[in-house]
Structure formats: C-alpha cells, structure tokens
C-alpha cells in the first residue's frame, strides 16, 4: 500500500554545486527504484540552520512530497543516514 509523505533533507553547505545536486539526485533515486511517485520536489536553496549541525551553519534544503510504499521510505532513511554529505533528514507521514 501506498502512503504519502513529506520528506525534508538538509545537504553540507560547504559542497560545490554539483556534489549537492547529485546528493540530491542519489536520494531521490532510491526512492524511483522503489517504485516511489514523486509528486513534487522542491530545492529550498541554502538557507541558515536554527542551531549548528556538524559544525555547519548552513545548508542546502530539500523538500520532496512523495507516495510511497514503507519499505521505499525505509531505504530513503538509511541511504540519507550513511550519507556524509546529508546533515539531517526528517519523513512525515501525511494523513488521508
């Protein structure tokens, strides 16, 4: 079964331009390979963090609405957790 969710990531602000859009590009990969729809993507550009995160603060902002199965989201966690260049990740279960 297939649910909704929002997906928010953060990349190092310190990377160049194509090392944060191929991060971007890996993540959301895992997600199409699963069989994930992804239904909007939006870069956020780089913005200041609330609080420092692995001595950065700053990063590049994701944001990504996604229908997907559970095991596809669990993938995306793990992938983006072993990523060095992703300073945090955060997955939401939309309701329906």
Do not use: W
């Not at 991060?23 to 939006?42: C, F, G, P, R, Y």
């Not at 609405?65 to 993938?75: L, R, T």
């Amino acid at each position: 079964k297939m649910n909704k969710y929002e997906i928010m990531f953060i990349v190092k602000a310190d990377l160049d331009e194509k090392t944060v859009k191929d991060t971007a590009m890996n993540l959301e990969k895992v997600l199409k390979d699963m069989k994930s729809e992804i239904i909007d993507s939006k870069d956020l550009g780089q913005k200041k963090l609330a609080y420092p995160i692995k001595k950065s603060v700053r990063g590049y902002y994701f944001l990504y609405h996604v229908s997907a199965k559970a095991n596809a989201i669990e993938e995306f966690a793990r992938k983006a957790k072993l990523d060095n260049n992703v300073l945090r990740h955060l997955i939401i279960r939309e309701e329906e």
